[in-house]
């Protein structure tokens, strides 16, 4: 309940905090409707593929500046620190810049960082535009989610969040189609700069045609929470990316990132819940959907970003593809998400099915895609041996993202959607780098395992063995040694990539029936209110 205050005139809540101004309806139909939404998906996409490309060119990379890998891995690992600290924050700049301003600067700040990157003559500046492009582009997944919510009317959110579905999902998939084929053919600064032209039409719409749902507000920074929450997330995505290079806690700056991240994300959390303006609104997880849908959303991140890590370095390592084929090879799956999609959207948005059986079974299909893949893992699997795994996975995305978005969103009053959308963007985010952690630890310490056991297998006293030394030459004969050693380092590797796959089959398959924890929506869903 609120009450004019006498003193300034303006409503206060009968706490006595301010209360907040009715939200503007910020709707849009027609030509308005259709260009916003083209900015928004451009700027999505630029968002999601650009991780994906750069990743693809990070061997040119290295090499042109003479780099070791470690070194060239901070070209990825700032980005991602800077995007993971800047997601949950926000809801908090939208209120406090207006939506549309902080928007177009987010994606201006990626442009300008696009072309500095592509323009930089070291490997420190580099990492340095990196860093800038990825506070530009944590402003960006999540505040496109909110609009998109937003900006179509009740009837028509399973349409939009299946055009939100095709940048974050299709775009990781696209990625290193793109990234591929830029490196093969032209420079690794092309990856950054093919994002300009597109970057500046995105900022021109949006500034003339996006509208703020409610005026700037002033409101204090909570530096002491700001810098917790940077220390705590920080911390965290340097152990989740370095972890394996520096082989986890036997490196001292891991242990210590590690107990940095614990204490600083506890006592953030301890210090938002005492503060009556937190920089970050925790209170969004009271509801059961949005805390559900953030631990499907990791989920969901470690079935997406998994395999797009894992997949093209097999096919690469083991199989001999180039970078172009192992993109193309990814088409199939992103083929089948835009195909499902929008039957996914439809059926979201006419109830004709419970969301919550829609994103089961998304999961189990993306679990069955998986182990098929990991069967198909061998060393003499070709090109087209992918295209069904690689299509039911496809099918699954489809049908995980649109029904989990509208259930999450849907489950908030209008004023806490951007709240719940970084969450749930965060947790995606999160999901990815525990994936690409976890996944990497598998592949090294499987290869390590597997080429051991094989390597012990290879006696006289197996017939196989046996007439393959006497075909080559005899024990006597160097290049025997060496053939076996290359065909059991090449069968460990195998084994090992085909380990990952059902890693992430029953990760998958285990976390399905937390659907079951989303509230379901109404049959007819009332307008969402303000508050």
């Known amino acids: 309940m609120a009450v004019a205050n006498p003193a300034i005139g303006r409503p206060i809540a009968s706490n006595g905090a301010p209360a907040h101004a009715p939200l503007r309806n910020v709707v849009e139909y027609g030509t308005r409707r259709t260009l916003i939404t083209i900015a928004i998906v451009t700027a999505t996409l630029l968002e999601i593929i650009d991780v994906t490309i750069v990743n693809v060119a990070l061997p040119n990379i290295q090499g042109n500046f003479g780099a070791t890998v470690d070194q060239a891995a901070w070209i990825g690992t700032g980005y991602i620190i800077a995007n993971v600290v800047i997601i949950p924050l926000t809801p908090w700049l939208q209120r406090r ?10 994606i201006g700040i990626f442009t300008l960082a696009s072309i500095m990157c592509g323009t930089s003559g070291s490997l420190e500046e580099l990492v340095f535009w990196r860093i800038i492009q990825g506070i530009g ?3 960006l997944v999540s505040t496109s989610q909110a609009i998109l919510r937003e900006t179509y009317p009740q009837s028509k959110q399973g349409a939009a969040a299946g055009l939100f579905t095709m940048g974050v999902i299709v775009g990781p998939t696209v990625g290193p189609t793109i990234g591929g084929f830029i ?17 500046i039409l995105a900022v021109i719409i949006v500034l003339l045609m996006l509208r703020n749902p409610e005026k700037p507000t002033r409101m204090p920074l909570d530096a002491i929470g700001l810098g917790l929450l940077a220390i705590g997330i920080g911390s965290l995505q340097y152990v989740l990316d370095q972890g394996q290079q520096k082989d986890w806690f036997d490196d001292s700056s891991i242990l210590a990132c590690t107990l940095i991240a614990g204490l600083g994300l506890i006592a953030f959390v301890v210090w938002n819940l005492r503060q009556a303006r937190p920089i970050v609104d925790l209170s969004v997880l009271r509801y059961r959907s949005v805390a559900a849908g953030s631990i499907l959303g990791m989920v969901l991140g470690i079935s997406l970003y998994g395999s797009v890590l894992i997949l093209p370095q097999y096919v690469q390592g083991s199989l001999g593809f180039t970078a172009t084929m192992s993109g193309e090879m990814l088409v199939f799956r992103a083929a089948a998400i835009m195909l499902f999609t929008p039957f996914a959207a439809i059926m979201s948005a006419r109830r004709l099915l419970d969301p919550r059986w829609q994103v089961a079974a998304g999961f189990i299909l993306i679990g069955l895609s998986n182990w098929w893949l ?13 295209m069904w795994p690689l299509a039911l996975s496809g099918v699954g995305l489809a049908q995980i993202f649109v029904p989990l978005t509208v259930t999450v969103l849907g489950s908030v009053p209008m004023r806490q959607i951007p709240g719940a959308a970084a969450f749930f963007n965060l947790a995606r985010q999160m999901g990815g780098s525990i994936a690409i ?24 006293s197996r017939a196989p063995v046996a007439e393959f030394i006497q075909r080559n030459g005899g024990m006597e004969t160097q290049a025997v040694a060496i053939k076996l050693n290359s065909i059991v380092t090449a069968q460990a590797a195998v084994l090992a990539y085909a380990d990952t796959a059902r890693f992430v089959a029953i990760i998958s398959l285990l976390f399905a029936p937390i659907a079951f924890i989303l509230k379901r929506p109404p049959k007819n869903p009332p307008p969402m209110p303000a508050e």
Do not use: C, K
């Open 183 to 199: 490196t093969d053919q032209w420079s690794w600064r092309w990856a950054f700069f093919v994002n300009v032209p597109l970057g």
């Open 374 to 386: 990991a069967s198909a893992t061998t060393t003499g699997s070709d090109f087209w041996t992918f």
């Open 437 to 460: 952690a976890v996944l990497v630890t598998i592949l090294a310490r499987e290869n390590a395992i597997h080429h051991t056991e094989l390597a012990s297998q290879m006696t006289l």
């Open 137 to 139: 582009g944590g402003g």
């Open 97 to 106: 810049f207006g939506r549309r301003q902080y928007y177009a600067a987010s």
